[in-house]
C-alpha cells in the first residue's frame, strides 16, 4: 500500500483537530483538519482487493496513525472523526445499509465498530452526501441551500441539500438515480445489488463498453478501450466521432437530470464524480437543457473541488460532530 | 350553472366556519367546514369556458354568498378561506405562477384578488399539493409523514410531504411529473404549457387517445373513444384487451412511480385523480414493482377519500390558516 503525506505546516494548532476519511474503491483517502476546516494533513493507501468492513476498519487505524506521526499530534487533540461510505447508509443508527456491487456490505454496524477502534464521536454518511455537503461548504454550491449534486464515477448517484440540509430519504436511499429508467435505459430495473439502468448507459464502466460498439459502428479511427474522460479529451480536441459520443451521453444526462428537477424543483445541478467533473460534459448537457426551451432550466455546473469533494465533506461532517460534542451550538444541521 | 347545496345540521356551531374551494376544470366546488374540520355545507358550480382569473374570482364570491345563505351564517362567523389552484402556485407571495393549457394563467396576484373580494384570511396553493394534505389529513396518508400523492386525471402531478410538510420546491413546481421522460415517452420534453410526456402517454386524454390506435390494432370488440375508467372497467369485467392496455398503463406508471422513488426514496404513493384511483390500476401497478424485485418496494394505495381529496385539503389549509390567525398554535405546519 501507497502512503502518501503531507503536512501544511503554517497553520497554528488550534482547540483541536478532526478526521475526515473518503472510502473509494481504489484509494482510502484521510484528511485531518484544524477546527477551522483547514485540513494540515492528508493520508492514503490503496484499497484495491479489499473488501471486507473490518480490513477497512484496521485500514483507517492506520491511517489515523500516520496522520497522528506526520503532524507530531497526540491522539487527546483529536475530536471527532467522520467517513463517507459507497453505499447506502442509516445515519441515525450508524449503519450501512449496503454497499455497491464491489463491496457487498450489508447492514455493518460501521459507526459502532469506528468507535471502538479510534475512541471518537463519529459520523458515517453515503459518500455521495459527503460530496454534496463537501460542495456546500467550500465547492461550487456554496451557501445554495437547495441543490442537487450528481457524481458520475463507476456508478452514477446524487446528493440532495434542501433547505441546507442533507436529504436522505425515509429509507437512506434517496439520490439513488443510478437506476433511474429512461429512453434508453432497460424497461425494467436491474436487481438492486447490481449496477443499474441509468449507470449501464452513462457511468464509466456504461461508457466504457458503449464506446465500444460505437467506434466500430462509427468505424472510427479512435482506439478501443478508451475511459470517459480520454473520449471527452478527444472530443474536446476535435474529435467528431468523440464528440457525437459525448453529445449523447450529454443527453441521457439532460433527461436524468430533467427528471429529477421534476420531482424536487432545485435550480441548481453540480456535476461531479472522476466522469461527471469533465467541463464538456457540463457544457453540452447545458446545451441539451437549452435546446428544450423550458418554462425554468436548472443550472448545471461543474464541481469546483472535484475529487475533493467527499473528503472535505467527510472533514465539515467531522467539525460538525466536533461542534456537537462541544458547548457552543452546531454550525451546519446534519440531522434526517 | 348548477348548485347543490346540502347542509349537515347535526353538528353545532362553534367559534365559526372555514372555506376550503376546488378549482377544477369542469366544476368549481366549495365546502364550509366548523373550526373541527367537519364540513356542514357544499356548494358547487360548472366552470365549463370559465377560464380567466376574474370570473373564477367572481364565482367563488357566489360560491361563498350561496354557502352563507344555505347554512343561516353570517358573514362574521367566517374565519379563514384557502383555494387549490390548477397550477404552478408561489404559496409565500399568493401567486399563480402558471396554470395548465386549459386556463392559461401567468402570474395572476390570486390571493390578493381574493382577499379584495372576500375580506378573509386567505391561503392558495397548487391543487394536487392540497390533495396530499387532505390524504395526510384525513385520508390513505393518515399521519403518515413522508408519501407522495400521484393525482391522474387529464393531467398528471405529484403533491409530496417531507416531514409532514408539504415540499413545493425552490421555483413551487416540484412534483411536476406529468412531463417526466421514460422509454415509451418523447425523448425531449415538451414545451412547458403543452401536456408533457409522460401524461401523453398515460393522463386521461393520452390514454384515450391511445386506445384508439390499440383496439385497431387489437381488432378489439370493444368501442372507441372509451375513457380510462370506462377501460378499466372492461377489464375489471374480465375483457382481455382491456386488461392487457390496463397492465401497460400500471407498467409506466410503475416506471413513474420508480424513478420518483429513486429520488424520494418515499415509501408511500397515494393514486388519486379521476382515473389515477381506479383500484385496479392500483393493483396492476404494485404488481409490477413486485414482478421487478426491488431491495426496497415502495408501496402504492388508494385514494380513500377519492375527489374529496383536493376539497378536504383545502378545508384543512383554510383550518391552518384560521388557527394561524388565532390565538392557539397552529395544528399543521403549512408553509415552505
Known amino acids: 500500500m501507497q502512503q502518501i503525506m503531507e503536512q501544511n505546516s503554517h497553520h497554528a494548532p488550534e482547540a483541536g483537530y478532526v ?3 473518503d472510502i473509494g474503491g481504489t484509494n482510502l483517502r484521510a484528511a485531518m483538519a ?3 476546516g483547514t485540513v494540515v494533513a492528508r493520508w492514503s493507501a490503496s484499497t484495491v482487493g479489499l473488501r471486507g468492513h473490518e480490513a477497512v476498519v484496521d485500514l483507517i487505524g492506520d491511517g489515523v496513525e500516520g496522520l497522528l506521526q506526520a503532524t507530531g499530534r497526540s491522539r487527546e487533540s483529536l475530536r471527532a472523526f467522520a467517513a463517507g461510505v459507497p453505499g447506502v447508509t442509516d445515519v441515525e443508527n450508524g449503519v450501512v445499509i449496503a454497499t455497491s456491487y464491489l463491496m457487498g456490505w450489508k447492514n455493518i454496524p460501521f459507526r459502532a465498530l469506528l ?3 479510534l475512541g471518537l464521536p463519529i459520523a458515517i454518511d453515503n459518500d455521495v452526501n459527503m460530496a454534496a455537503l463537501g460542495e456546500y461548504c467550500v465547492g461550487a454550491a456554496k451557501d445554495v441551500h437547495d441543490f442537487v449534486f450528481v457524481a458520475i464515477g463507476t456508478g452514477i448517484g446524487a446528493g440532495i441539500l434542501l433547505n441546507g440540509r442533507p436529504f436522505r430519504g425515509q429509507l437512506w436511499g ?3 438515480i443510478g437506476y433511474m429508467i429512461l429512453p434508453e435505459t432497460a424497461l425494467v430495473p436491474s436487481d438492486s445489488y447490481e449496477p443499474g439502468s441509468l449507470e449501464q448507459l452513462i457511468g464509466g464502466e456504461g461508457i466504457r463498453s458503449r464506446w465500444n460498439a ?4 462509427q468505424a472510427s479511427e479512435l482506439p478501443a478501450d478508451l475511459s470517459a474522460t480520454e473520449i471527452f479529451d478527444f ?3 476535435g474529435n467528431l466521432s468523440a464528440l457525437e459520443f459525448v453529445k449523447h451521453v450529454a443527453l441521457v444526462l439532460a433527461q436524468a437530470i430533467y427528471n429529477v428537477f421534476l420531482v424536487l424543483n432545485c435550480p441548481l445541478f453540480v456535476l461531479g464524480g472522476g466522469v461527471g467533473q469533465h467541463p464538456l ?4 448537457t447545458n446545451a441539451v437543457l437549452t435546446k428544450w426551451k423550458l418554462r425554468t432550466q436548472p443550472k448545471i ?7 475533493e469533494a467527499q473528503l472535505l465533506g467527510s472533514v465539515y461532517a467531522a467539525l460538525d460532530v466536533a461542534k456537537q460534542n462541544a458547548v457552543s451550538p452546531p454550525h451546519l444541521q446534519f440531522v434526517e
Chains 1, 2 share one sequence.
Open 19 to 21: 478526521l475526515g476519511v
Open 34 to 36: 484544524n477546527m477551522s
Open 115 to 117: 468507535e471502538k477502534k
Open 174 to 176: 434517496a439520490g439513488e
Open 214 to 217: 460505437y467506434r466500430e459502428a
Open 235 to 237: 472530443a474536446n480536441a
Open 281 to 284: 460534459l457540463c457544457a453540452e
Open 301 to 307: 455546473v461543474n464541481s469546483s473541488i472535484g475529487a
